[in-house]
């Protein structure tokens, strides 16, 4: 079938690999999880794992068990980590005949893999979540010693990792992010006095991988800066980054207009000169989101373009008066190289990783 819509994400592979390149030479010393959950932060996860595995990624790192099972049936065999609540199967099993390593932070998440890993013949991995300061999943430090204790009684598992997760993504509460490696280090000495196979402590994000070499441990987590954007301003020009998509779209209809005309659903923009109007075949429902409108810019033809009104389901108007050369068909950038992830979330009022989130369904995925 042809496809008659001109809107597309390009991925560049080159980009993925140079990015994390990138993250390897910020942390020399330590291996490198490329987090992929998510779709590969809307990426495509299959085709990212892949160039991410090429590039030298020694795991990768998915929030739900299946996202672990959609690299499996893919033929990826990397080592792959479920961040997320990998524990928390009523069968285990899955985890172990898919080799996924889930991290855990409850006696009854140990108990049950223990469990499937006696069933199964079979020695089970996993990895201690602990929680240092974000509140969400993880063992409180004063609850690691009852789960080591617990362990100790289980030798279908081994726990050879330590992991945690810092609350501050752009690193920017130092005292907390301190308190966090300091309880992480104290984990991983009470690990290790109670005698546990730890071969992997990890915690450092994005920010961390750039900003906090004390915080690189074993392994670092990447995930935002494989993509091509830097966390915050603050740690851009740490790593050379390119953005890896380039979502692009073309004029499906330009027309010109008096001065006073209004665009738009809600008449929130009103033309103050005569203008030329181009309609591009993009909105919300493809994860153009609403906040864009009257906010946001594109590329035609290589120059920036307001947004003009309210950002439509399927149609989005942009003033393309001062582009020159401009004609149905013109090529459209949203998101790339000119328009980056940061900017965009800073006018529509979001962080890049939802920016990346949001690119939609409905937006082919093509691989450069
Ligand atoms: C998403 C995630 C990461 C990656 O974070 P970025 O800020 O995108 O680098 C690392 N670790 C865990 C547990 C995560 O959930």
Known sequence: ??????????????????????????????????????????????????????????????????EGLELRAA???????????????????????????????RPDQLAGLAAAARAM?????????????????GALPAELPALLEAARALPEVRLTGLASHFANADLRDPAATAHALELFEAGRRAMLAAGMP????????????????????????????????APAPAFEGVAELRPAMTWVTSVAHLKRVPA?????????????????????????????????????????????????????????????????GVRVGSEVVLLGPGVTATEMAEVGGTISWEVFCAVGKRVPRVYT
């Not at 992929?36 to 090429?54: I, L, M, T, W």
């Not at 979540?129 to 509140?135: C, Q, R, S, V, W």
């Not at 659903?265 to 153009?288: C, F």
């Open 198 to 229: 730890l071969e992997l402590c990890h915690l450092a994000n994005s920010a961390a991988t750039l900003g906090l070499p004390a915080a690189h441990y074993d392994m670092i987590r990447p995930g935002l800066m494989l993509y091509g954007a």
């Open 260 to 324: 006073g005309t209004p665009i738009s659903y809600g008449h929130r923009w009103r033309a103050r000169r005569e203008s030329l109007i181009a309609s591009l075949p993009v909105g919300y429902a493809d994860g153009y989101r609403r906040a864009l409108t009257n906010t946001a810019h594109v590329l035609v033809e290589g120059r920036r373009a307001p947004v003009a009104g309210t950002v439509c389901m399927d149609m989005t108007m942009v003033d393309v008066t001062d582009v020159p």
């Open 1 to 66: 079938m042809d496809r008659v819509r001109t809107t597309e994400a390009l991925i560049d592979r080159s980009a993925l690999a140079h990015n994390l390149r990138e993250a390897r030479r910020c942390a020399p010393r330590s291996r490198v999880l490329a987090v992929v959950k998510a779709d590969a932060y809307g990426h495509g996860a299959v085709e990212c794992s892949r160039a991410f595995v090429e590039a030298g990624a020694d795991w990768l790192g998915v929030a739900l068990v299946e």
């Open 121 to 137: 013949g079979r020695v089970a991995q996993a990895h201690v979540k602990l929680d240092t300061g974000m509140g969400r999943i």
């Open 75 to 105: 033929g990826i065999r990397a080592p792959v980590l479920v961040l997320g609540l990998g524990g928390d199967y009523t069968d285990h099993r899955i985890l172990l005949q898919n080799d996924l390593v889930p991290m855990i932070f």
